[in-house]
């Protein structure tokens, strides 16, 4: 018989007090906190990557920076939002304050909304078009979700069904039930499984920089759904009389993820269909002088070899130095 082997880790342990703003909350100062901590890392390290990929495109940095702030706070607040209205509803109609406290849990496809939202948002304001902005954020993605489910695996605040298998988390025994040794931890495994698409994601950027605008939003979405979907059968039942959190609701026997995952699947084929024999097209907004730089670089590439014209202008025909120095010495001979 098979036994976990993932160790449990108590992310409340490695909070560090903030003791110079505990009078915000003196029965519970504000603290760093791993979670926050690795998602801020993620957003950061997401945004780096995003900025080299746009540098070598030659694209604007100071309108993608723009972009990236409209889509990250859009997608923090509408992730909070839709969180407490699909996975929270009695907990809203309670305390309806509770809409407005975006620390107080996330939702991965909230976010994922919200960042849609904000990036259409983003469009009707400055009138731009964000395919090319959307498609090499999506590129950058992956790896700032590794840093994210990292911070979910470090709390466990997406446990699973019990479980004895070898990927499942030694949960301690008072969140277990005889029979028991583990819970499979949707935040651990999809942290894990999110590594091998931002290798992916990393080489396919590195062999060819410029790919038709869609490309990744197209791979990213395809690969994520089904995995997404398939997990969500892992999560929480109603039933589970072990169960640590509350059981996420089902809508017709399916959790809200799953059923945006059919809408992130038919997107993501969509754009796989639709980039897979179109080629490159600049739609964003180039950087000042990328311009003058790839009219020197064509140039350059055009002027490897002189023009019959340039050297005749450069160099005078041996017939007309001759004329001119008979003419010079008649003179001076008068």
């Given at each position: 018989?098979s036994h976990p082997?993932?160790?449990?880790?108590?992310?409340?342990?490695?909070?560090i007090?903030?003791?110079f703003l505990?009078?915000i909350?003196p029965?519970?100062p504000?603290?760093?906190?791993p979670?926050?901590?690795?998602?801020a890392?993620g957003?950061y390290?997401?945004?780096?990557?995003?900025?080299?990929?746009?540098?070598?495109?030659?694209?604007?940095?100071?309108?993608?920076?723009?972009?990236?702030?409209w889509?990250v706070?859009?997608?923090?607040?509408?992730s909070?939002m839709?969180?407490?209205?699909?996975?929270?509803?009695?907990?809203?109609?309670?305390d309806?304050?509770?809409?407005?406290?975006?620390?107080?849990?996330?939702s991965?496809?909230?976010g994922?909304?919200g960042?849609?939202?904000?990036a259409?948002a983003w469009?009707?304001y400055?009138?731009r078009?964000i395919?090319?902005?959307?498609?090499?954020?999506v590129?950058?993605?992956?790896?700032?979700?590794?840093?994210?489910?990292?911070?979910c695996s470090?709390?466990h605040?997406h446990p699973?069904?019990l479980?004895?298998?070898?990927?499942?988390?030694?949960?301690?025994?008072d969140?277990?039930?005889?029979?028991?040794?583990?819970?499979?931890?949707l935040?651990?495994?999809?942290?894990a499984?999110?590594?091998?698409?931002?290798i992916?994601?990393?080489?396919l950027?590195?062999?060819?920089?410029l790919?038709?605008c869609g490309y990744?939003?197209?791979?990213t979405?395809?690969a994520y759904?089904?995995?997404?979907?398939l997990l969500?059968?892992?999560?929480?039942?109603?039933?589970?009389?072990?169960?640590?959190?509350?059981?996420?609701?089902?809508?017709?026997?399916?959790?809200?993820?799953?059923?945006?995952c059919?809408v992130?699947?038919?997107c993501?084929?969509?754009f796989?269909a639709?980039t897979?024999?179109?080629?490159?097209?600049?739609?964003?907004?180039?950087?000042?002088?990328?311009?003058e730089?790839e009219?020197d670089?064509?140039?350059?590439?055009e002027?490897?070899?002189?023009?019959?014209?340039?050297?005749?202008?450069?160099?005078?025909?041996?017939?007309?130095?001759?004329?001119?120095?008979?003419k010079?010495?008649e003179?001076t001979?008068?």
């Open positions: 018989m082997l993932i160790p449990y880790i108590d992310g409340a342990r490695y909070e007090p903030i003791p505990d009078f909350n029965h519970h504000p603290s760093i906190k979670f926050g901590t690795l998602v890392i957003v390290v997401g945004s780096l990557l995003t900025l080299k990929r746009a540098r070598e495109r030659r694209l604007d940095e100071k309108v993608f920076n723009d972009f990236i702030f889509v706070s859009t997608g923090f607040v509408l909070h839709l969180d407490a209205v699909f996975y929270h509803p009695k907990r809203v109609m309670a309806p304050v509770y809409l407005v406290r975006i620390w107080d849990g996330l991965s496809y909230g994922f909304i960042a849609v939202v904000g259409f469009r009707l400055r009138r078009p395919l090319e902005y959307v498609d090499i954020t590129s950058s993605f992956p790896l700032a979700w590794v840093f994210g489910r990292a911070g470090i709390v605040d699973g069904a479980s004895n298998a070898w990927y499942a988390v030694k949960y301690p025994a969140q277990l039930v005889a029979g028991y040794d583990g819970r499979v931890d935040g651990f495994i999809e942290f499984l999110t590594i091998p698409l931002a992916a994601c990393h080489f950027w590195k062999n060819r920089p790919r038709a990744y939003v197209g791979v979405l395809t759904a089904p995995v997404r979907f969500d059968f892992l999560r929480v039942e109603p039933t589970d009389i072990g169960r640590i959190v509350e059981a996420d609701p089902r809508y017709a026997g399916l959790t809200p993820a799953q059923w945006m059919f992130a699947l038919a993501g084929l969509y796989v639709k897979r024999s179109a080629g490159y097209v600049c739609t964003a907004v180039l950087a000042e002088g990328s311009d730089d009219d670089d064509s140039e350059a590439e002027g490897d070899e002189p023009s019959e014209a340039a050297e005749s202008k450069a160099d005078p025909a041996p017939d007309a130095r001759g004329d001119a120095t008979d010079k010495t003179e001979e008068d």
